[in-house]
């Protein structure tokens, strides 16, 4: 892993450069995307973008863990999590750039 990380801002400056909003008009863009698949989820509803993947919120049950140190049984609350599952175009894109000799998928 490269250990790179990608933020707002640069997500904001991306769809500047790509859509030609003004840097502020960006920004909000992105902030009302991010809003609003925030809302979506907490709703329990799914995200889904095309060629991307879907984002969805899943109720996980209670269950009996144990402490790596002590060996102690210690009881996990039931909780909820976000999952995200990748669509096959994506997973294409990252196996074609991972073996960038094969150009069958470009």
Do not use: C
């Not at 997500?11 to 925030?38: I, K």
């Not at 060996?71 to 995200?84: A, C, Q, S, T, Y």
């Amino acid at each position: 892993m490269s250990g790179k990380t990608v933020t707002r801002a640069q997500l904001g400056e991306a769809v500047y450069q790509e859509v030609g909003l003004s840097r502020n008009e960006s920004t909000d863009l992105l902030e009302s995307v991010l809003s609003e698949m925030s809302s979506a989820l907490a709703r329990g509803e799914t995200v889904k973008i095309s060629s991307f993947g879907s984002f969805s919120v899943r109720k996980k049950g209670q269950r009996i863990g144990r402490n790596p140190k002590t060996g102690e049984e210690v009881p996990i609350l039931p909780r909820k999590v976000l999952v995200f599952r990748p669509s096959q175009v994506l997973k294409s894109r990252i196996n074609a750039r991972m073996n960038p000799g094969d150009t069958s998928l470009t």
